[in-house]
Nanobody, 116 residues
């Protein structure tokens, strides 16, 4: 079955950096676009970034542009999210996501807290 396991979250000071990882299994990873979402307390889950199956096309949303970078290693079935210049408003649970036909799969999420 499809499994997505995120890691790399934690507590970081404003201006700091974190690199999230998502290890995928149970499907042909290199055939699907991968996404990172986040959900802050009291807010709806929002798309952060997407990457095409071969990694050539990457899209970012809103204030994450220029600060976050999505990448993937198809040999390792892993997608990454490098987050720089972190702000308190980036505090959220970050989720890895893949859509396979009509179904969306999610990991358990990893908490990112940006605070001094």
């Amino acid at each position: 079955q499809v499994q997505l396991v995120e890691s790399g979250g934690g507590l970081v000071q404003p201006g700091g950096s974190l690199r999230l990882s998502c290890a995928a299994s149970g499907f042909t990873f290199s055939s699907y676009a991968m996404n990172w979402y986040r959900q802050a307390p009291g807010k709806e889950r929002e798309l952060v970034a997407s990457i095409a199956p071969a990694g050539g096309t990457r899209n970012y949303v809103g204030s994450m542009k220029g600060r976050f970078a999505i990448s993937r290693d198809n040999a390792k079935n892993t997608v990454y999210l490098q987050m720089n210049s972190l702000k308190p408003e980036d505090t959220a649970v970050y989720y890895c996501n893949v859509r396979i036909y009509e179904l969306r799969y999610w990991g358990q999420g990893t908490q990112v807290t940006v605070s001094s």
